[in-house]
């Protein structure tokens, strides 16, 4: 059985959910800071991801190859994603519950959502046109207004 987009985006939140509590508990019990518990655990991401590809046939020794998109990947990573991951690292030691930051981060999804409307509508020939409904946009507003909540109880 293939698992479709929903699935998938389920079980990958369930299997973030014990590095919320990974990076807390090591500080407390071990004085380990959260940006060596990050490398520790990205370590291990790039341990185990390349060889599960492998296994499941989506990863080729010519995807290895750089390419230019391959050299852009790994320069959104090397910028946008080394600070996200850092920020939001210390963050997590640093908030009175270890979700709250997640929830903050993940807010990215709102406008990423609103974004990629406006590319497809404007930017055709780079961008898919995606769907935007009532029901989106609803969805969009209680998240915003969820947000607006933990800022506001800061």
Known sequence: MALG???????A???FVPYLF???????????RPEVTMLWYFAGVLLVVPL???RLGTLTARDL??????????????T???????????AIAE??????????VNAAAVIAFLVAVWLGMYLPKHFEPRVFSVQHLVGIVLV???????GLKR
């Open 5 to 11: 987009w929903l699935e998938k985006s389920f079980i």
């Open 13 to 15: 939140m369930a299997c």
């Open 22 to 32: 990974l990076v807390p508990y090591q500080i407390r019990h071990y004085s380990v």
């Open 52 to 54: 599960t590809l492998w």
């Open 65 to 78: 190859v750089p390419t230019y998109p391959h050299l852009a990947s790994l320069f959104v990573g090397a």
């Open 80 to 90: 946008c994603g080394a600070a996200v991951n850092i920020l939001m690292s210390q």
């Open 95 to 104: 908030a009175p519950n270890p979700g709250l930051p997640v929830v903050l």
């Open 144 to 150: 915003i207004a969820g947000l607006a909540c933990i």
